[in-house]
């Protein structure tokens, strides 16, 4: 249960809205991430379920972006998610970009050269930057999700 209104259900929109003048910027910043040249949509929705599942966020698990939708993202993939590196589901590039999604959460440290070297082969050096920037707020938003103990979202993209 949340801590914050009063211990009502509320979802991560909700609690944003508590800071409205930030809420309409993470947003506006947020919906660029999916314009960012370089990554396409399926890619880079693998990597955001997957910064979720790592941090155990369910409120981002039970969101769908209605572009990885659009593209073709099915939820049979989205449940294979965790057996990426061994799932011939998953393509070259996305296993890079989910290895690196999977070490920007748990160990940056460990990020060397030979994972960046596959993420720009996959995405080009524009869209590695891309994939950083959201991974970034991936990261975050997951984080304060799990520390809000945000719900679910309604809305889902079927």
């Avoid at 990426?84 to 070490?103: K, Q």
Wanted: proline letters at 4%; one cysteine or more.
């Amino acid at each position: 249960m949340n801590w914050i209104l009063g211990g009502a259900e509320r979802s991560f929109a909700e609690l944003m809205a508590l800071r409205p003048n930030l809420a309409a910027d993470v947003a506006a910043f947020t919906e660029l991430l999916w314009q960012a040249p370089g990554i396409d949509p399926v890619t880079l929705e693998l990597c955001r379920l997957r910064v979720a599942q790592l941090h155990g966020a369910q409120a981002a698990l039970a969101e769908r972006r209605p572009e990885a939708h659009l593209a073709g993202l099915a939820e049979e993939r989205i449940a294979r998610l965790a057996d990426y590196g061994s799932d011939p589901a998953f393509s070259t590039g996305e296993r890079a970009c989910l290895e690196l999604s999977e070490l920007f959460v748990m160990d940056p440290s460990a990020i060397d050269d030979a994972t960046f070297a596959a993420v720009r082969d996959a995405l080009g050096e524009a869209g590695t930057v891309a994939l950083l920037e959201a991974l970034a707020v991936f990261d975050g938003f997951s984080r304060a999700q799990v520390m809000l103990d945000a719900a679910p979202a309604a809305l889902r993209c079927a």
